[in-house]
């Protein structure tokens, strides 16, 4: 997952594509990654700042839910657990044991409304992009969007793999 040599080709264009068009609508790709920089000095996770917002020289961060630490917890062991491995549609609903599906299911309950927005300080620079927790989520399906996991979990490296990347 934040192994971007590991990844197929199919995965690592989707990354290019959107790393690269989220780059160009915040003024760039030094912009983008010195907010990822400065999320990644956030502890434990940016994704429990108080606030709900981050900001970097040039960008910020915003979502419309704080999340607690139990729920965080959840996530994290599932990202850990899935961090170095290549399978790009892994399905998180996917355990079973029981008490931990159930967990996994009111965390999915729980941050599935969440949507980050990113925007510029400066407007001229760029209209900014938004993205969710979850990419899909059905009855028996839930998915993390890659995006997220690359903004919250991945290193820079890996975005800059990402925009680097060509066929």
């Known amino acids: ?9 199919d995965t690592k264009m989707m990354f290019h594509l959107f790393m690269k068009k989220a780059s160009e609508s915040v003024g760039g790709a030094n912009f983008l990654l010195g907010l990822q920089e400065k999320m990644k000095e956030s502890r434990p ?19 419309n839910k704080s999340l607690f630490k139990d729920k965080y917890d959840v996530l994290e062991a ?10 790009p549609d892994f399905n998180i609903l996917n355990n079973d044991n029981a008490k931990k599906r159930k967990k996994i299911l009111n965390m999915v309950k729980t ?16 209209a900014g992009f938004n993205f969710k927790v979850f990419e899909k989520i059905e009855d028996d399906y839930a998915k993390l ?21 060509s066929l």
Request: hydrophobic content about 35%; aromatic content about 12%; charged content about 30%.
């Open 111 to 126: 941050l599935a409304p969440i949507e980050f927005l990113v925007t510029t300080n400066d407007k001229e620079d760029g």
């Open 78 to 87: 599932i990202i850990l657990e899935h961090k170095s491995k290549e399978e």
């Open 145 to 165: 969007n890659p995006i997220f996991v690359a903004m919250f979990f991945c290193s820079t490296e890996f975005t800059k793999k990402a925009l680097k990347y």
């Open 45 to 63: 996770n940016p994704f429990l700042a108080k606030g709900c917002k981050i900001n970097s020289e040039k960008l910020t961060i915003e979502w």
């Open 1 to 9: 997952m934040c192994n971007f040599n590991k990844q197929d080709d």
